[in-house]
C-alpha cells in the first residue's frame, strides 16, 4: 500500500518478496479499522453506519417486548463498541463524511424510545451524541497522557508550557504548529485543542473515572445536536 493525499500523484512501483510480487491495494482492515491508502476513513465509517443502521432495526422489532433499561443495556453493547472503536483515529472525518453515522444513530435511539424528537430521546436515555462520543474519547485520551499512564505520555508533555510560576495560559498546551490540514485532523492536535476548551474543573481531577463521569456528564447536559 502506497499512502499519499489524494492530490498526489507517485512513480508506480513493485514490491518483491522472495522473488513474488507483492499486490498492491487501496485499503486494508487491521485490527478492526479500514485503512486507506488515501489517509480517508470513509470506508471504515460506512462499515459503521451499516453495523448501527442493522442494529437499530433490531430495536424497532424489539420496542414493546423488552423494557426500556434493557434497549438502553444492548444499545452499549452492540452500537456504542463501534462508536468507539479506533474513533480517535476517523472521529475528525469530514462532516459531510459523518453525517450518514449521525442519522443511522438518530434512528437507532428513536426505535429504541419510539419517540418523535431524538433530542428527547438521547436525554431520556443519557447517551452521547457521536460527535460527543468523540469528544470525550480525545479527552480521556489526553488525560491518560499527562498522567503518565498512556504511551503516548512524551509526545503530549512535551506540548506543556514549560514555566513555573502562573501564566495567563494556565493549565492550556501548546498546539504543534503546521499549515497542514491532515495533521489538524490528527488526535493529538484535535486533543490538545479540546483540552484547551474545556473546563478546569475536569482537568484537576485526581482519576480518569472521575473525569470520565464528570465530563460525560457535562456533555450530556450541554448536546443539543442537529435537528432531527
Not at 479499522?33 to 476513513?41: A, E, F
Not at 434493557?70 to 459523518?98: C, D, K, M
Not at 438518530?106 to 436525554?123: D, R
Not at 498512556?150 to 498546539?175: K, Y
Amino acid at each position: 500500500m502506497h499512502f499519499k493525499s489524494s492530490n498526489f500523484t507517485i512513480r508506480p512501483m513493485n514490491v518483491y518478496i522472495s522473488e513474488n510480487l507483492i499486490d498492491e491495494v487501496k485499503f486494508i482492515n487491521y485490527l478492526g479499522l479500514t485503512i486507506q491508502s488515501n489517509l480517508k476513513y470513509n470506508r471504515h465509517i460506512d462499515k459503521v453506519v451499516g453495523k448501527v443502521s442493522r442494529y437499530g432495526g433490531c430495536f424497532f422489532a424489539l420496542k414493546g417486548i423488552l423494557p426500556l433499561k434493557v434497549l438502553r443495556s444492548l444499545y452499549f453493547a452492540f452500537i456504542y463498541p463501534h462508536l468507539t472503536l479506533h474513533v480517535l483515529a476517523w472521529g475528525e472525518a469530514q462532516p459531510s463524511i459523518l453525517h450518514s453515522l449521525e442519522v443511522a444513530q438518530n434512528k437507532a435511539v428513536l426505535n429504541i424510545t419510539g419517540m418523535t424528537s431524538a433530542s428527547t430521546s438521547y436525554s431520556d436515555l443519557e447517551i452521547l451524541r457521536f460527535s460527543n462520543v468523540y469528544k470525550l474519547r480525545l479527552v480521556l485520551f489526553i488525560f491518560k497522557q499527562l498522567n503518565n499512564n498512556g504511551i503516548f505520555a512524551p509526545l503530549v508533555l512535551q506540548h506543556n508550557w514549560s514555566h513555573s510560576h502562573d501564566t495567563r495560559r494556565g493549565d492550556s498546551l501548546r498546539l504543534p504548529f503546521s499549515r497542514n490540514s491532515v495533521t489538524h485532523s490528527f488526535c493529538l492536535f484535535q486533543g490538545l485543542r479540546l483540552w484547551n476548551s474545556i473546563p478546569s474543573c475536569f482537568k484537576c481531577v485526581t482519576s480518569l473515572n472521575r473525569c470520565k463521569t464528570s465530563y460525560q456528564k457535562y456533555l450530556q447536559e450541554s448536546q443539543n445536536g442537529p435537528a432531527e
